[in-house]
């Protein structure tokens, strides 16, 4: 039989040490779940910006095939100032929304309110230009097409450049977006 005495206290030592190295193992534990979080919401900023570009990317292209489909074959014009909608290539405004690093308030902005919404929350509206780039540096000209086989003209080719930016819920991130548009017209 043991007495007090003879008690040298390695079991409290023993706790103590595994109760320190359980200590470090959740202290590290939630280190990493925080970062893991962060890249998370990062992650979900740096979508939301990319899906608000596109949305505006796809509006300014409605807006040219809407445009056309009702137009009766009249071009759009494009002049410096947008005045229309639509920038001559290489507009000092539309040099400025292409070249940016930081938000800018040119071009149109996209009509749905994305800053109000609940599971795609944007920081400010997406918002795009457009440029013509049929004619101007470094283009030859509007292509002209001969008989479209049905005894018609094929009309002339005009072709638009549509940059679209849009800016995280945090206002971290500027996802900007380019795509090119053609139609024909008389």
Request: aromatic share 10%.
């Amino acid at each position: 039989m043991t007495t007090i005495k003879q008690q040298q206290g390695a079991t409290l030592v023993v706790g103590m040490i595994l109760m320190l190295i359980m200590t470090f193992i959740g202290l590290t534990s939630m280190k990493n779940t925080a970062l893991e979080e962060k890249m998370a919401a990062s992650l979900r900023n740096k979508s939301l910006s990319e899906g608000g570009a596109e949305s505006a990317l796809r509006a300014a292209e409605d807006f040219l095939w809407n445009y056309y489909a009702t137009s009766n074959g009249l071009a759009l014009v494009a002049d410096e100032t947008g005045t229309f909608g639509v920038y001559t290539l290489g507009a000092p405004d539309a040099q400025a929304f292409r070249s940016g690093r930081e938000w800018s308030t040119l071009g149109t902005e996209h009509d749905y309110d994305f800053t109000s919404a609940e599971d795609a929350f944007l920081q400010k509206n997406p918002r795009y230009i457009i440029e013509e780039i049929s004619g101007g540096a470094g283009f030859v000209g509007l292509a002209e097409f001969g008989d479209d086989g049905y005894g018609g003209s094929a009309g002339l080719l005009r072709n638009y450049r549509i940059t679209a930016k849009s800016v995280s819920g945090d206002g971290k991130i500027i996802e900007v977006v380019e795509s090119v548009f053609s139609t024909r017209t008389n």
